[in-house]
């Protein structure tokens, strides 16, 4: 069961840097550029993911693994993110 919750996070992390990436090559294919301060903006995205993720495996049962699972995914994969950006 463990292994398949941290495939699961894998997953959604990895899903969530590769659109994000995707969204990013568009947009300067387009002519657009970044947006200064979006670091930062998934910085706190990524923290509130992850006290979210804390407080959900602390305080909900074992039938809501799927939204921990969820949550841990979208923290890493912001983290995953940010690393790749610098």
């Known amino acids: 069961m463990i ?3 941290l495939l699961r996070i894998i997953a959604i ?3 969530f840097a590769f659109l994000f990436a ?3 090559y568009a947009t300067l ?5 970044d947006l200064p301060g979006i670091s930062w903006a998934l910085g706190v995205l990524s923290a509130i993911f992850t006290v979210s993720a804390i407080f959900s495996e602390r305080t909900r ?3 809501a693994s799927l939204q921990k699972d969820f ?4 923290a890493a994969g912001g983290i995953i993110t940010i690393i790749s950006r610098l």
């Open 22 to 24: 995707f969204s990013r």
């Open 13 to 15: 992390a990895l899903g």
């Open 29 to 33: 294919e387009r002519g657009g550029e």
């Open 71 to 74: 949550l841990w995914g979208l």
């Open 61 to 63: 049962g074992p039938e």
């Open 3 to 5: 292994v398949l919750r």
